[in-house]
T-cell receptor, first 113, second 116 residues
């Protein structure tokens, strides 16, 4: 069963605009959430994370928002750049039952000039 | 520090053969993970080690799969009697865990297995 869902397989955004990638989860015991970025032929690269005790975390152009009541998180990229074009994976973990990360299927972001 | 290293990058094998992959984690990381990724899916957890101890295994890890981390440094993942359904990207990751802190996972570039 897919506990982390990314319902948009792809997203296209113009350079300079905001990219918003969404993620929903079903397991209310998840307490730590991460976003990874993946280029072709490379492994996923960690981008940003958020603990369930927070609702926002910001790192440069990247901001993650967490809405626990809706079991929803989103990644905002502002401003978007062509180099941001990649597949973005949302991941979640329940720290009390092991350290396995549950990943979504990914959203392919294309930033056009 | 050169990050997580995986070898080989690609492996083509015939059904029924055994294959072994190697992962060298970031040197100061004490946790090591194996994931599998198939086309159109996110990485799926297989197993993880804390130092040399294998602490968690997914139900995806059938009895044909075995992983070791004998000295708490590099790890190997062996698949015996490979099947076509084993074709996937096998990803290794490592992290540093101290007390309740666990750093984000750092992934290698993976080993792509093709079973013909």
């Amino acid at each position: 069963d897919q506990q982390v869902k990314q319902n948009s397989p792809s997203l296209s955004v113009q350079e300079g605009r905001i990219s918003i990638l969404n993620c929903d989860y079903t397991n209310s015991m998840f307490d730590y959430f991460l976003w990874y970025k993946k280029y072709p032929a490379e492994g996923p690269t960690f981008l940003i994370s958020i603990s369930s005790i927070k609702d926002k975390n910001e790192d440069g152009r990247f901001t993650v928002f967490l809405n626990k009541s809706a079991k929803h998180l989103s990644l905002h990229i502002v401003p978007s750049q062509p180099g941001d074009s990649a597949v973005y994976f949302c991941a979640a973990r329940n720290s009390n039952s092991g350290y396995a990360l549950n990943f979504g299927k990914g959203t392919s972001l294309l930033v056009t000039p | 520090d050169t990050g997580v290293s995986q070898n080989p990058r690609h492996k083509i094998t015939k059904r029924g053969q055994n294959v072994t992959f190697r992962c060298d984690p970031i040197s100061e990381h004490n946790r090591l993970y194996w994931y599998r990724q198939t086309l159109g899916q996110g990485p799926e957890f297989l197993t993880y080690f804390q130092n040399e101890a294998q602490l968690e295994k997914s139900r995806l890890l059938s009895d044909r799969f075995s992983a070791e981390r004998p000295k708490g440094s590099f790890s190997t993942l062996e698949i015996q009697r490979t099947e076509q359904g084993d074709s996937a990207m096998y990803l290794c990751a490592s992290s540093l865990a101290v007390g309740s802190y666990n750093s984000p996972l750092h992934f290698g570039n993976g080993t792509r297995l093709t079973v013909t």
